[in-house]
């Protein structure tokens, strides 16, 4: 059974910084992209960003870009997102994905393993 499970959200101050961690457990994906969402309240789950199975290649959302690194450790089998700069647009519920393939369309339709959410709110 995979399991994807986010964790390091929380209530932080426009400015700040947050890491988020995705631990993944029942497969490796050390072949596969692997990705963040969020879904701020009322709005649909929007494209963050994604790394590649080796960690080659990254991609970002245009908001995010310059701000936010997502990194991985193949051995822990872990994704993170490290978060600097935070705006309070940033508040929303970040969603850790995996993929099945080497890379993926920056869409949720590319992504098949979802983690449950961790939620981060940014005050200004």
């Known amino acids: 059974q995979v399991q994807l499970v986010e964790s390091g959200g929380g209530l932080v101050q426009a400015g700040a910084s947050l890491r988020l961690s995705c631990a993944a457990s029942?497969?490796?994906?050390?072949?596969?992209?692997m990705g963040w969402f969020r879904q701020a309240s009322g709005k649909e789950r929007d494209f963050v960003a994604q790394?590649?199975?080796?960690?080659?290649?990254?991609a970002y959302a245009d908001s995010v870009k310059g701000r936010f690194t997502i990194s991985r450790d193949n051995v822990k089998n872990t994704v993170y997102l490290q978060m600097d700069s935070l705006k309070p647009e940033d508040t929303a519920v970040y969603y850790c994905?995996?993929?099945?393939?080497?890379?993926?369309?920056?869409?949720?339709?590319?992504?098949?393993?979802w983690g449950q959410g961790t939620q981060v709110t940014v005050s200004s």
């Open positions: 994905a995996a993929t099945t393939t080497a890379w993926a369309p920056k869409s949720t339709l590319g992504y098949y393993y």
């Open positions: 029942g497969r490796t994906f050390s072949r596969n992209a």
């Open positions: 790394i590649s199975g080796s960690g080659d290649s990254t």
